[in-house]
């Protein structure tokens, strides 16, 4: 019997207790997958909550918002890639260690990798604009990064960009003045704010008369909507585009096989997602 769970608040919207149910289904093992809400200020329901991964009472933890920072001090260690990226998602015990692991930098690279293969225009052109400079950019900074992309930030708030600390990273205002410029050397966009997600499916963050840069790719990490306004902005002049759903798949599997050493078919969990109506 296997015990998972996801800390954070709110979460009684999270389609994650769907994708790992449906996994310990297809691979055979017992378990459950809770939902345990932590408010932001209950610091000491983290630490009690940890202690149950530690005495093998609860098996693996996913963390989210708004703990994926305030986790990091009960921790004994970080991978690399969460140690980069300053926030964890995956808690696990490993070597009798209670270590903090980040599988959405590895979600987005991945996910983004088949969308690209779907066009053949981008090969070897790798120059990225992300729009939004807070938790998930951060994540998509060190992906894009590692993966050898140049990357430019664009946020309403300057200083959140620098504060992502990449000695690497250009930074643009967030209006079209100063993203006009720079469009026509880009080959890749990122959407990491939360405009255009449910319900405010109406909005998109693209600028109001800035056109897109030809021979380009969107990728909107929102996965609810299905598909968000940006995403069908994009598609209607003829951009390669996909909303966050994949990176979201991606990470859960990516959790689930550290917790269970299962590497589960993905297909397994988009079913079980496609089967609520989602
Ligand atoms: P976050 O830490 O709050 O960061 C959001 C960023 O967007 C901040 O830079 C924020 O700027 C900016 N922003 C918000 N509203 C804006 C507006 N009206 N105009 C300009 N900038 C605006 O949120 P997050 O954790 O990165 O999550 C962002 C989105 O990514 C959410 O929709 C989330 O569901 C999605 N996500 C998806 C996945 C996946 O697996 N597909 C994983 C992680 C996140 P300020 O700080 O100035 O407000």
Same mark, same amino acid.
């Given at each position: 019997?296997?015990?998972?769970?996801?800390?954070?608040?709110?979460?009684?919207?999270?389609?994650?207790?769907?994708?790992?149910?449906?996994?310990?289904?297809?691979?055979?093992?017992?378990?459950?997958?809770?939902?345990?809400?932590?408010?932001?200020?209950?610091?000491?329901?983290?630490?009690?909550?940890?202690?149950?991964?530690?005495?093998?009472?609860?098996?693996?933890?996913?963390?989210?918002?708004? @703990?994926?920072?305030?986790?990091?001090?009960?921790?004994?260690?970080?991978?690399? +890639?969460?140690?980069?990226?300053?926030?964890?998602?995956?808690?696990?015990?490993?070597?009798?260690?209670?270590?903090?692991?980040?599988?959405?930098?590895?979600? !987005?690279?991945?996910?983004?990798?088949?969308?690209?293969?779907?066009?053949?225009?981008?090969?070897?052109?790798?120059?990225?604009?992300?729009?939004?400079?807070?938790? +998930?950019?951060?994540?998509?900074?060190?992906?894009?990064?590692?993966?050898?992309?140049?990357?430019?930030?664009?946020?309403?708030?300057?200083?959140?960009?620098?504060?992502?600390?990449?000695?690497?990273? @250009?930074?643009?205002?967030?209006?079209?003045?100063?993203?006009?410029?720079?469009?026509?050397?880009?080959?890749?966009?990122?959407?990491?704010?939360?405009?255009?997600? !449910?319900?405010?499916? @109406?909005? +998109?963050?693209?600028?109001?008369?800035?056109? !897109?840069?030809?021979?380009?790719?969107?990728?909107?990490?929102?996965?609810?909507?299905?598909?968000?306004?940006?995403?069908?902005?994009?598609?209607?002049?003829?951009?390669?585009?996909?909303?966050?759903?994949?990176?979201?798949?991606?990470?859960?599997?990516?959790?689930?096989?550290?917790?269970?050493?299962?590497?589960?078919?993905?297909?397994?969990? !988009?079913?079980?997602?496609?089967?609520?109506?989602?």
């Amino acid at each position: 019997m296997i015990r998972l769970g996801l800390i954070g608040f709110p979460i009684d919207q999270s389609l994650s207790p769907i994708l790992h149910s449906a996994a310990m289904r297809a691979c055979g093992l017992k378990g459950e997958y809770l939902l345990l809400p932590v408010m932001k200020e209950d610091i000491q329901g983290i630490y009690a909550l940890l202690a149950k991964v530690r005495s093998g009472d609860i098996t693996g933890l996913n963390i989210t918002i708004p @703990h994926k920072q305030n986790t990091i001090q009960f921790l004994d260690e970080l991978t690399p +890639s969460a140690r980069a990226i300053g926030a964890v998602n995956t808690v696990y015990l490993k070597n009798g260690k209670l270590t903090g692991h980040n599988t959405d930098a590895r979600g !987005f690279i991945t996910d983004l990798t088949n969308l690209l293969e779907l066009g053949d225009g981008q090969k070897g052109k790798k120059s990225a604009l992300i729009l939004g400079a807070g938790g +998930s950019a951060r994540v998509v900074v060190y992906a894009l990064s590692q993966a050898g992309w140049a990357i430019t930030v664009s946020a309403r708030r300057i200083e959140q960009a620098l504060a992502i600390g990449n000695s690497r990273l @250009h930074v643009a205002e967030y209006n079209g003045i100063h993203l006009s410029p720079i469009l026509s050397s880009i080959h890749l966009i990122v959407n990491t704010t939360p405009i255009g997600m !449910f319900p405010n499916i @109406h909005d +998109s963050p693209w600028i109001d008369g800035l056109a !897109f840069p030809k021979e380009c790719v969107l990728y909107d990490l929102i996965y609810n909507p299905r598909e968000t306004l940006l995403v069908k902005q994009a598609r209607a002049v003829g951009m390669q585009a996909s909303t966050g759903l994949g990176m979201l798949v991606e990470q859960a599997a990516l959790a689930f096989q550290l917790w269970t050493g299962f590497n589960i078919a993905r297909n397994v969990m !988009f079913d079980a997602i496609n089967k609520t109506g989602y």
